[in-house]
């Protein structure tokens, strides 16, 4: 079974701190994501990448940056948290010969 | 623009009795069509997918999925709910393949309660 997982399951930061969200796949698979989950929105993209050191804007990458420098691991990271970044966080993985994403357990980030 | 929508935020059912939540989505060209659970304090799991293949898809724990593309529907039902139904799912198109991957539009999401 594919398994992805988060770094941490819930996380409290102060406004201004940096944050950084990991996640780890152990698939092989080419390509990784992050969404950020909020009640009644939905899931949004942020950030994905499809190989290593590539990375693409979703459709809310202001105010997070990314980082990939090994296939496996895909970073999430506030420059500097802010309150309207509370929410939780999910990361996926995907293979390029399928069209399922799988996700991991999600970080639940609140900033005070 | 692909996009989706789910028609009830909220849903609430007996145990034993049937399910339905509705989804609509609007595509281009043919989609694909993703249901996605997501218990409490969990992440989401692929319930069931169609890829055009047979317009009834099955999935998981008895539920399954009608691609209507006349309506464009694709409706989750299961014919008897069970208390551990209860959770969140969510209706999702991928947008076929740009940019190199398959990136999913996700829709708000229906929140699934089961009562004795």
């Known amino acids: 079974d594919v398994k992805v997982t988060q770094s941490s399951r819930y996380l409290v930061k102060r406004t201004g701190e940096k944050v950084f969200l990991e996640c780890v796949q152990d698939?092989?698979?080419?390509?990784m994501f992050w969404y950020r989950q909020d009640p009644g929105l939905g899931l949004r993209l942020i950030y994905f990448s499809y190989d290593v050191k590539m990375k693409e804007k979703g459709d809310i990458p202001e105010g997070y940056s990314v980082s990939r420098e090994k296939k496996e691991r895909f970073s999430l990271i506030l420059e500097s948290a802010s309150t309207n970044q509370t929410s939780m966080y999910l990361c996926a993985s995907l293979t390029d010969r399928e069209n399922e994403q799988f996700f991991g357990p999600g970080t639940r980030l609140t900033v005070l | 623009a692909q996009s989706v929508t789910q028609l009830d935020s909220h849903v609430s059912v007996s145990e034993g009795t049937p399910v339905l939540l509705r989804c609509n989505y609007s595509?281009?060209?043919?989609?694909?069509l993703f249901w996605y659970v997501q218990h409490p304090n969990k992440g989401l799991q692929l319930l069931l997918k169609y890829t055009s293949a047979a317009t009834l898809v099955k999935g998981i724990n008895g539920f399954e999925a009608e691609f209507k593309k006349s309506e464009t529907s694709f409706h989750l039902t299961k014919p008897s709910a069970h208390m551990s139904d209860a959770a969140e799912y969510f209706c999702v198109v991928s947008d076929g393949g740009s940019g190199g991957y398959n990136k999913l539009i996700f829709g708000a999401g229906t929140r699934l309660a089961v009562h004795p």
């Open positions: 595509s281009s060209y043919s989609p694909s």
């Open positions: 698939m092989d698979h080419e390509n």
